[in-house]
């Protein structure tokens, strides 16, 4: 992961550029194809996941309308339901690709 691509996200904006170049290190990122689903409702996980590419929606599983975040939005910029245990379903609508962190990372860096 090249430290470009990381540094408009909060809160690694906030970050110096030796910490950002760590926290490029520390990313992994993942593909979905549409209709995947990256974690459901419910689920507690130890990663905070950013969208990079594609559209993603956030369902929670009653009878609102599922959240769509586009890539490159301000939504965007922040962390996928970053709540745990998970508030929503996150599923892919197009090809998208997320770069995510492990929790414990994300806190050492910020």
């Known amino acids: 992961m090249n430290a470009s691509e990381i540094a408009h996200l ?3 904006s906030d970050l110096s550029d030796d910490a950002l170049a760590q926290a490029a290190k520390l ?3 993942v593909t979905l194809e549409p209709g995947q689903v990256l974690f459901r409702k419910g689920a507690y ?5 950013y969208l990079l590419e594609g559209e ?3 369902d929670s599983d009653d ?3 599922p959240l769509r ?7 965007a910029r922040h ?3 970053r ?8 599923a892919a609508q197009a090809p998208s690709t997320l770069v995510f962190f492990s929790d414990d990372d994300l806190d050492h860096l910020v």
């Open 27 to 29: 990313a992994a990122a």
């Open 69 to 75: 975040v586009k890539a490159g939005s301000d939504a």
């Open 56 to 58: 993603i929606a956030l």
């Open 83 to 90: 709540l745990k245990p998970r508030a929503y379903t996150c």
């Open 45 to 49: 996980d130890a990663r905070t996941f």
């Open 79 to 81: 962390p996928v339901a």
């Open 10 to 12: 909060i809160p690694l």
């Open 63 to 65: 009878d609102t309308p």
